[in-house]
């Protein structure tokens, strides 16, 4: 045994005192040195996903305050509360204990508007950041895990959307609880089975808002909180993507350091995101519990719909045809055994396209990285205009997506704008098969349409708003030429040509091999060629006759920072 | 590890980078990053000033703020039964608007402090691979040697008792959640309280009386003009117990109806399940189950509210549009001797969305 | 929907067909039968003559063009014999009769006639057969001291919310029919429109929900209407979509404002 000779270092000052105690037992000082001046690239497109995460954080600060004060009881009561329209009323403790938070409680009301508005603004922030993700290709790897990260938070925050609109056990949320009853009892074989194992029996039972209750204050958050963690961790790991510019390459990461800029920046707009919800909460009323009374199996309202993100389901439910003359979607199969029934109508719209949604929403980075062979590590992102049928698959989905929302509010469609609520579905039916290819024609046309104005900006400068006369009489308007800062941004994409099929090892092309081919003639084979070094060169000798030289420096720099 | 590079190549390694940017690769060459413009902060000692200055006043703001959310918690004060809406208003508000200015002073004032007067450098930092091929090869090694010292490999008794025994272990984890639906183990006819069968059977039995909804009162064929719509309920279902009551309604509700007798399309075997163009249909939509409850008296339409279904009440309740797929059923009712409305029998078919077992 | 389209040639002309062929198919049949309808109706004795005779000059000079002379019904509108005074105060003191157009569904607009005037009308309408009456003023009043509002707030989910929603905010019926907000309809109306069933309405007759209970749900309404909303703006009381509107087009763009601001470099 040997002591230390090293002088250790002592601190003089209290809280040095403090923070060297810590740092020898936890280790901060590695971990300063870490992340302490860490890069993070400035834009702000790059912020929806601190959006989500901060509307989190106000849910669980919100949620706690909740369920300190509501009791997910579905025993029976009378209400004696203080909201006069529903007193004497009978209805479950659960609701009873929901108004009581609205009504009887300080802050309370207040307190469930905040959580509410948060929990919409959560799953909007995570869309709005995916779909960021996706039409700038962040998805590319190495973050192609990150990416399946972040669909299942989608997931999660779905189930936790729902699992919480459910919980007051009011007219509203409980036809929605039906509606997933019968959805459920649809699922062929074994649907009957799970709706008696989710209500504990026959719907409405007295189980399932405490089972709900423990989904949505534990299992679910916990999930969430998991996925974040790993998201984040991730997100360390691979350090952040950041747009084409100068000065950018797929070798750094250019942007500002955490302390302090960038620590100040995002905690700070914890702050504002926080401040923006307390304005929701404290002017705009949202879920009006009081109004649609406890929930009982035969009273009903117009305009039943589920929180805005449930709804492209909904939507998807109310667009099917039941039935087409006589034919009917309520399929009856006769077996040796018997007859089983097979309720297409609502098995159909209920999974399909939602289906088909996530399925390819999961998988994209895979159906992409095989169609362009292209499994190179990607940190610089696509300008959406730059990858053209990428940019059109997206609009697609999302005008697909929002039909099937549309078609959740086709009842007060019909009534805010005056028309035939059976039209409203007729149109929103056509729109659903047509949309998406409309949507995708048009965008991949308005992509290479910019890319083309790109390249025009960059051969010939861009408009100066002059308009000059020439000695000779004839007018025209002046182009100020780019200096290289801004011209880098136009040029620095690569052109990506079709690869077609290639033989595999035995020397023959394997029938997938020929189909990837075909996908990628389609990704590839209509495309804008960034403008070459001749093409440039060509273009700047043209320039002395014809074109003022550009203004350098001064007003270049407004447009890197983003 | 960050340094002011400006974008130099300096990539080794073994995973290829879409755009390494050799240099002739696009029209012009990565020019670097841009000079560095001052702000007005960073050269007028009068603009930090005041940009300090307006930082401090967002703080102060915020300290505002949360002086009126006390305003609203504690002078606007304790509600109650007799508090009014306009109270109960201004207390969420002031503290919505309490909150939103303690929040948005605080937030304001930090970026607006780090972006007026923090650095504002573009900096760069260099990326790393995700995994080196030395780093592979290291775990490659350790990984073997470690498989190795467990032996797993050449004692296959070993791994194939531990599969076996991993594999049975999980099943208790399922099973244990078998009595999530738990009726028969309440009731003494479990055959009929487990399984799909209950779903076939609801109140309704021959001679129960059609009460209103929610009040229970018996209906008499005479006030049932033409024209009006009856929610109804089978006598004794407000007598039981507030679950089981619950459980039962949500499949016995009927919606009572009068039509013009020669409106009406009677199919042979249903001929003697109106009085007098009286009928009874199942107001649990065959859709997914909302109650289907629009009666439109002149069309004759019955419409959904959840998903528009709409069935035609001349039609035997024929779905004419939206996402059902087969007609609500029929509640066959006749008059009894006091004149009451009653069930002549349960329903013929389960009511409610179509479901696996239905045949 | 091809059924739908063809029993629905023009939306009048099938209202008014239907109660054409009632009135001649079924007219003695539905005296007799209706006994309750007998105990809230009068045939018109409780007005002057002279009301009468200066409601049938209105009448004619308004409405016959389309409910025909003696308000036997045209083609363009139904008969009107036994619908009652309250039917005919309701549809002209709201103002959706006379009809602007043909359409859907009659909309409400200010009223045409004076208060006077519409007592005539009712008065000679109520004159040609029994129906209806006016309701009387202590089931209007919704300060009586009987008056439940957890009674009425039931009844009214029960009967009405899912067509008018459960906050009375209307909703939509078929074929470009819908049911109308209630807020700022008069008691008298809103009882006159359950005992009458306008439009596609049904009738809600005493036999179905007592005078009380009417006056019940009537109090809950207006209840309801003057309280307004204690959480802030109510956003129409449309529910979920009126929230996930303001998220995505309030709540995401202010934030998108600071984003922008807060990325944006300091002048």
């Known amino acids: 045994m040997s002591t230390s000779t090293t002088t250790e270092y002592q601190a003089s000052t209290p809280t040095g005192k403090i923070a060297n105690f810590m740092d020898t037992r936890a280790g901060l000082s590695p971990m300063v040195k870490e992340f302490g001046r860490k890069i993070f690239p400035d834009h702000w497109s790059f912020m929806f996903g601190e959006v989500a995460l901060y509307t989190f954080v106000i849910l669980l600060m919100s949620g706690t305050f909740l369920t300190l004060f509501f009791d997910p009881s579905m025993a029976h009561t009378t209400y004696e509360g203080s909201y006069k329209p529903l007193y004497g009323v009978e209805m479950s403790v659960a609701y009873a204990s929901a108004l009581d938070i609205s009504f009887d409680i300080r802050g309370g009301l207040f307190m469930r508007q905040v959580h509410h508005w948060a929990a919409l603004l959560f799953v909007a922030a995570m869309s709005v950041h995916m779909l960021r993700v996706f039409f700038t290709g962040a998805f590319r790897r190495p973050r192609e895990l990150n990416w399946v990260v972040g669909c299942t938070l989608l997931i999660l925050g779905l189930a936790a959307g729902f699992t919480g609109y459910s919980l007051p056990d009011e007219m509203l949320s409980g036809n929605g609880l039906r509606i997933i009853d019968g959805v459920v009892k649809a699922i062929p074989l074994i649907g009957t089975y799970i709706s008696f194992f989710l209500f504990g029996g026959e719907f409405p039972g007295d189980d399932i808002i405490g089972r709900l209750y423990i989904l949505h204050v534990l299992v679910v958050p916990a999930l969430i909180l998991l996925m974040i963690v790993i998201h984040l961790f991730m997100v360390v790991v691979h350090k952040h993507t950041q747009y084409p510019g100068p000065g950018r390459t797929e070798n750094n990461v250019v942007g500002y350091p955490v302390g302090p800029v960038y620590a100040a920046k995002a905690g700070g707009f914890f702050f504002i995101v926080f401040g923006v919800v307390a304005l929701l909460g404290g002017f705009f009323t949202i879920n009006a519990i009081w109004n649609y009374g406890p929930y009982d199996p035969s009273p009903v309202q117009a305009g039943t719909q589920p929180d805005w993100y449930i709804g492209f389901v909904d939507g998807a439910l109310r667009l099917m045809p039941g039935t087409l003359g006589d034919f009917s979607f309520k399929w009856d199969i006769p077996f040796p055994w018997g007859t089983n029934t097979l309720a297409l109508g609502v098995l159909l719209p209920a999974l399909v396209p939602a289906g088909i949604l996530f399925a390819v929403m999961f998988g994209w980075p895979w159906i992409e990285r095989w169609i362009t062979k292209d499994n190179r590590e990607h940190h610089i992102l696509d300008r959406p205009r730059n990858a053209p049928t990428r940019t059109g698959v997206g609009v697609a989905g999302i005008i697909w997506y929002c039909v099937m929302w549309a078609a959740a509010s086709s009842d007060l469609i019909a009534t805010h704008f005056s028309v035939s609520l059976n039209d409203v579905t007729y149109w929103l039916r056509a729109l659903f098969v047509f949309g998406p290819f409309i949507g995708f024609i048009i965008t991949k046309r308005v992509c290479l349409a910019l890319q083309r104005k790109d390249r025009e900006i960059v051969l010939h400068g861009r408009e100066a708003g002059v308009i000059e006369m020439t000695p000779e009489g004839e007018f025209r308007e002046r182009h100020e030429r780019l200096d290289d800062y801004r011209l880098y941004k136009l040029v620095s994409f690569e052109n990506k040509k079709p690869i077609p099929a290639q033989p595999g090892r035995d020397g023959k092309i394997k029938a997938s091999e020929k189909q990837r081919a075909k996908f990628n003639r389609w990704f590839y084979e209509e495309r804008v060629a960034p403008v070459t070094r001749e093409e440039l060169a060509e273009a700047k000798t043209h320039d002395h006759s014809d074109v003022p030289s550009a203004v350098e420096g001064q007003d270049g720099q407004s447009s890197i920072g983003h | ?359 | ?267």
Not at chain 3, 37 to 48: D, E, K, L
Not at chain 3, 165 to 188: H, I, W
């Open chain 3, 1 to 267: 929907m091809k059924a739908l389209s063809q029993k629905r040639r023009h939306p009048i002309a099938g209202l008014a067909l239907l109660l054409l062929g009632l009135l001649i198919t079924g007219g003695l049949y539905s005296v007799a039968s209706t006994m309750n309808q007998a105990q809230a109706s009068n045939t018109g004795s409780s007005y002057s003559a002279e009301d009468i005779t200066e409601g049938e000059k209105l009448f004619n000079a308004n409405c016959a063009t389309c409910h025909g002379v003696e308000a036997v019904g045209t083609e363009n509108g139904p008969t009107l014999v036994g619908v009652g005074a309250a039917s005919v105060n309701f549809q002209v003191g709201t103002g959706r009769m006379p009809m602007q157009m043909q359409g859907p569904q009659a909309q409400a607009k200010p009223n045409q006639f004076s208060d006077e005037q519409t007592a005539q009308l009712a008065a000679y309408v109520a004159s040609l057969g029994a129906g209806p009456a006016i309701p009387e003023e202590q089931y209007l009043d919704t300060d009586h001291e009987d008056v439940d509002l957890g009674n009425g707030g039931t009844l009214f989910r029960v009967n009405c919310a899912m067509c008018h929603n459960a906050a009375a905010a209307g909703g939509a019926l078929t074929r470009g029919k819908y049911a109308p907000p209630l807020a700022g309809v008069s008691e008298q109306h809103i009882y006159e429109a359950m005992i009458t069933g306008p439009q596609n309405m049904p009738v809600f007759s005493d036999a179905n929900i007592k005078p009380e209970d009417k006056r019940d749900i009537i109090a809950f309404l207006k209840q309801i209407e003057s309280q307004g909303s204690p959480g802030g703006a109510a956003l129409g009381s449309l529910g979920p979509v009126s929230e996930g509107l303001l998220v995505w087009t309030g709540g995401l763009a202010v934030l998108i404002g600071f984003m922008v601001w807060l990325t944006s470099r300091s002048s």
């Open chain 2, 1 to 359: 590890m960050s340094e002011q590079s400006h974008g130099g190549p300096d990539h080794t390694g073994a995973v290829e980078h879409a755009g390494v940017e050799e240099s002739g690769k696009y029209a012009i060459d990565n020019p670097g990053l841009p000079p560095h413009r001052p702000r007005l902060a960073d050269e007028d000692p009068k603009a930090a000033k005041r940009a300090e200055r307006q930082a401090a006043f967002l703080f102060g703001l915020s300290i505002v703020g949360t002086l009126l959310f006390f305003v609203g918690y504690f002078v606007v004060g304790q509600i109650g039964p007799d508090t009014t809406f306009a109270t109960i208003r201004l207390q969420n508000m002031l503290l919505g608007l309490g909150t939103a200015f303690a929040m948005l002073g605080i937030g304001v004032g930090i970026v607006h402090w780090a972006k007026t007067l923090m650095p504002d450098h573009e900096t760069t930092e260099l990326r790393h691979e995700v995994r080196t091929e030395a780093d592979r090869q290291v775990a490659v090694g350790m990984i073997e040697d470690i498989i190795d010292e467990t032996q797993v490999k050449r004692r296959p008794l070993l791994r194939n008792t531990l599969i076996g025994a991993g594999v049975l272990a999980v099943l208790p984890a399922i099973a244990i959640f078998r009595d999530l639906d738990d009726t028969d183990n309440r009731s003494e006819f479990a055959a009929e309280n487990f399984g799909p069968e209950r779903l076939r059977h609801t109140m309704w039995a021959t001679d129960v009386r059609l009460v209103r909804d929610p009040t229970g009162t018996p209906i008499k064929a005479s006030d049932v003009t033409i024209g009006s719509a009856f929610h109804v309920i089978p006598e004794g279902l407000n007598e039981l117990d507030p679950h089981e009551m619950l459980n039962q309604k949500a499949k016995a509700v009927v919606l009572l109806m009068r039509l013009n007798p020669e409106d009406m399309q009677v199919s042979p075997e249903r001929e003697d399940w109106n009085v007098d163009g009286i009928v009874a249909y199942s107001k649990v939509c065959t859709h997914v189950g909302c109650p289907v409850a629009l009666y439109e008296q002149h069309t004759h339409h019955l419409l959904c509210p959840c998903h528009q279904s709409t069935f035609d009440l001349t039609q035997e309740c024929k779905v004419i549009f939206g996402p059902a797929g087969h007609a609500l059923p029929q509640l066959p009712i006749r008059v009894n001797e006091e004149g009451f409305l009653v069930a002549r029998s349960d329903f013929h078919e389960p009511v409610g969305p179509a479901y696996w077992e239905r045949g």
